[in-house]
């Protein structure tokens, strides 16, 4: 452990770190930059390094923290890897998020295995160790690999890691490593001027550690004028072209944009001795459908818990808007809060979306919006919680009043929404979801089946509850029919409604594989619906 493993000689590494303040697009940022160095036409892989103790993101709050992000192979991520899949269009797996409560758990057992031979097993050089060695995998193969390190630098949880990327320059050769800081300027109201202190000493405290960035993204507000990039750079012994600009965007698309036309694009270019021009076709599409004036908007109804965090359904968001950019169409959101959710909200809109959660809280709410969905023909998309609640709401409709699933009432007769057989006992907190990529298959001829366009599908999971088939005699006499299922028929994947315009409903989370230049089918049915 911690000792020198060969590489691949001309292998970059691109660090990302923030300063000042977290949650100002250090995601973003190390996501365009991937995006560029793609439209260059190299190699580029990606990974998530998280300081704090948390062995996976799977119990952090969402409302807190954010979506839940899950990797095709099962691990539960921060939602940052959401943003490197949409940038990247690649597929991550647990590789690409690296967290210190994982490295330590590792560490633990191995020290209890006698692995460390009497050593003392300490952070320096052994976390340490263990995180250069987690990078140097999550590289594999990759022209370019680029790291962001969770939090701002100076944070007490995350020396270790800044530490770890600080040698991992001396693994590789300084000349292969590339440190990115990205820090906040704010904007002071009363004096009307941008401050660089903020951001000054945060880069002080980076050098402190023995890191001189190559690269500062500044990120404002509203755009800021070059006398504070002048100022950064001669305090932060950065070259003036090396310090990037980069004020709010009107979508988050528009940054490799941005990062193409400046002069980080320059210090990309000689750092990984390729002056190809980006080929930025995609994202010039993307940021032209989002601006341009729509004939139309359509309401979309999100029931959700979290009203006031985008953040917690931030694939869900974008998932939506990829789809009504694709069928030229605004997407206006309308929030609707589960807990409180009436007629009145269901009907001021033109289609209804209720995306997962987990716990009893809202789930009459968003039972009563699938409810209004199938009898009131109007367009709805379930995730999910989303077809478990549609389940639940035929049932009852088909007269078995007390249907429900057993995470709300644990003692319902009617639990039309269960935990399987086999499946019991193993429901306790942490890593006993059904998680990651299972196959599923459709039923030809089915609404489902149409607007996938093939009838053999994989998608990403994360639940724990099952529809009962015991019950499918009232499910489906509610209105539902099964529109797919796991490839051996046991567990229900797909429902949708009968002759109505489009009520969909997966067990899975198709937003997870949407893209922002390829909308997943099951989004873009529900605008089109809601075209109508
Ligand atoms: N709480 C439900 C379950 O565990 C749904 C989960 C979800 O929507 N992701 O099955």
């Keep these: 452990m911690g000792d020198t493993k060969p590489m691949g000689k001309k292998q970059k590494f691109i660090f990302v770190t923030g300063g000042v303040l977290s949650g100002v697009g250090k995601g973003i940022s190390a996501a365009s930059i991937g995006a560029v160095l793609q439209a260059k036409g190299l190699k580029v892989s990606i990974q998530k390094c998280d300081p704090y103790l948390n062995v996976d993101a799977g119990l952090l709050n969402p409302a807190e923290h954010g979506e839940c992000f899950v990797t095709i192979d099962g691990a539960e991520t921060d939602l ?12 991550l797996t647990q590789k690409n998020a690296t967290l210190s409560g994982k ?14 031979g009497g050593k003392t097993v300490q952070l320096v050089p052994h976390l340490t160790g263990a995180i250069q060695d987690a990078i140097a995998e999550a590289a594999d193969g990759a022209d370019v690999h680029i790291v962001e390190i969770g939090g701002t630098v100076g944070d007490y949880e995350g020396l270790s890691f800044i530490e770890a990327i600080r040698e991992f320059s001396g693994r590789v050769g300084r000349e292969n490593c590339l440190y990115v800081h990205v820090v906040y300027v704010p904007f002071i109201g009363t004096s009307k001027e941008f401050k660089s202190k903020p951001a000054q000493n945060a880069l002080m405290d980076l050098r402190g550690f023995g890191i001189v960035p190559d690269c500062v993204i500044v990120r404002t507000d509203e755009p800021a ?20 600009m980069l004020a709010n965007a009107s979508t988050v698309f528009d940054v490799p ?21 980006p080929n930025l076709a995609k994202w010039q599409k993307i940021v032209a459908a989002h601006t ?17 965090n985008e953040d917690t359904y931030i694939s869900v968001l974008e998932a939506l808007k990829a789809a009504g950019w694709q069928e030229g169409v605004g997407v206006d959101i309308h929030w609707i809060n589960a807990e409180t959710a009436s007629k009145k909200d269901f009907d001021s809109v033109d289609a209804l979306l209720v995306p997962g959660g987990f716990g009893g809280r809202g789930i009459p709410g968003k039972i009563a919006a699938a409810r209004y969905a199938l009898k009131y023909k109007k367009p709805y998309l379930g995730l999910c919680l989303g077809l478990q609640v549609a389940v639940i709401a035929s049932a009852r409709l088909a007269g078995l009043r007390s249907a429900n699933s057993t995470e709300v009432d644990a003692d319902t007769k009617n639990d039309v929404v269960y935990i399987m057989e086999g499946q019991e006992g193993k429901e306790s907190t942490g890593g006993t979801l059904r998680l990651g990529n299972y196959d599923a298959k459709l039923v030809s001829g089915t609404k489902t089946a149409k607007t996938y366009g093939t009838t053999k599908v ?35 994947e797909f429902v949708e409604a009968k002759d109505h315009p489009y009520m969909l409903a997966t067990q899975a ?5 949407s893209r922002p230049n390829r909308p997943h089918p099951l989004f873009v049915g529900l605008i089109k619906a809601a075209k109508r």
């Design 257 to 277: 944009l941005t990062i193409a036309k400046s002069g980080i694009h320059d210090v990309i270019s000689r750092f990984t001795n390729n002056s190809k021009k």
């Design 509 to 513: 989370h198709p937003e997870l594989k």
């Design 225 to 244: 004028p070059v006398s504070i990039a002048r100022k950064i750079s001669m305090f932060s012994g950065v070259s003036e072209d090396a310090v990037i």
């Design 80 to 91: 940052d890897l959401g943003h490197y899949e949409r940038f990247l269009d690649l597929e």
């Design 292 to 308: 341009s004036k729509h004939r139309k908007n359509v309401r979309i109804g999100l029931v959700a818990k979290y009203v006031d």
């Design 458 to 492: 994989v998608e990403r999971h994360r639940h724990r509850y099952e529809v009962n088939q015991a019950f499918i005699e009232q499910i489906e006499k509610g209105g539902l029919v099964i529109s797919g299922t796991s490839p051996d028929g046991k567990l229900v």
């Design 103 to 116: 490295l330590m758990q590792n560490l633990i057992a191995d020290e209890r295995a006698g692995k460390f």
